[in-house]
């Protein structure tokens, strides 16, 4: 059973088209992720909900739009795509509170590429 | 600012032999520093973690060395691996703010 699921893999599409990524995680987590990672592999978180309210929004443009509609499940809808936003984008989930901070599961992320 | 910066960028190991990759952060009030390890086309797992109570911490040939006054922790891989190959982020987070601040990733070969 994979804990967190994230659909499409792959996805390639145009610049200005609208796309949405879906997460889905199995492991009873209160907070989810998502997170990019960039050519150069760097890992910056995007957005993290917890109890499918949003309680981290860096500064990502307005374009990326997060909705959780229950715990489980965290997607990502990106409109107007940009070159610039080809990247891999991971969801993640941990659960909250002292003592389980930090530990972020991983989905298997979603390669996005914007020609 | 990066807040986590991780070094080397890349590192070649013989089988065998010792990997250590190098982290330094800014933020006092981080309190957990997890490693994670990536494989191409996955996700980042979580390896080890520490907390600034402690100095050290080993889970079988993987040891996290944390020294709370230089602001800095390392990774140690003992009697490294082939299937050790892989890229290594080191991250750090603080109280329940539920962000993980990553470093930039070393990229390990682990020659046979």
């Known amino acids: 059973d994979t804990a967190v699921s994230q659909t499409p893999k792959y996805l390639v599409t145009q610049m200005g088209n609208d796309k949405s990524i879906k997460c889905e995680q199995n492991?009873?987590?209160?907070?989810m992720y998502w997170y990019k990672q960039d050519s150069k592999k760097f890992l910056k978180i995007m957005f993290s909900?917890?109890?499918?309210?949003?309680?981290i929004n860096e500064t990502v443009p307005n374009r990326f739009s997060p909705k959780s509609p229950d715990k489980a499940h965290l997607n990502l809808h990106i409109n107007s795509l940009e070159l610039g936003d080809s990247a891999v984008y991971f969801c993640a989930s941990s659960q909250g509170g002292e003592g389980a901070r930090g530990e972020a599961f991983f989905g298997q992320g979603t390669r996005l590429t914007v020609v | 600012q990066q807040q986590v910066k991780q070094s080397p960028q890349s590192l070649i190991v013989q089988k065998g032999g010792i990997s250590i990759i190098n982290c330094a952060y800014e933020?006092?009030?981080?309190?957990?520093f997890p490693w994670y390890q990536q494989f191409p086309g996955k996700g980042p797992a979580l390896l080890i973690a520490?907390?600034?109570?402690?100095s050290e911490k080993k889970e079988g040939r993987f040891t996290i060395s944390f020294n709370k006054s230089a602001k800095q922790f390392s990774l140690h891989i003992m009697d490294s691996q082939p299937g050790d190959s892989a890229t290594y982020f080191c991250?750090?987070?603080?109280?329940?703010?539920?962000?993980?601040?990553f470093g930039k990733g070393t990229l390990l070969t682990v020659n046979p």
């Open positions: 933020n006092t009030a981080f309190d957990y």
């Open positions: 991250a750090a987070s603080k109280g329940s703010n539920y962000k993980l601040t």
């Open positions: 909900y917890n109890n499918k309210e949003l309680i």
């Open positions: 492991l009873g987590h209160d907070t």
């Open positions: 520490i907390r600034p109570d402690v």
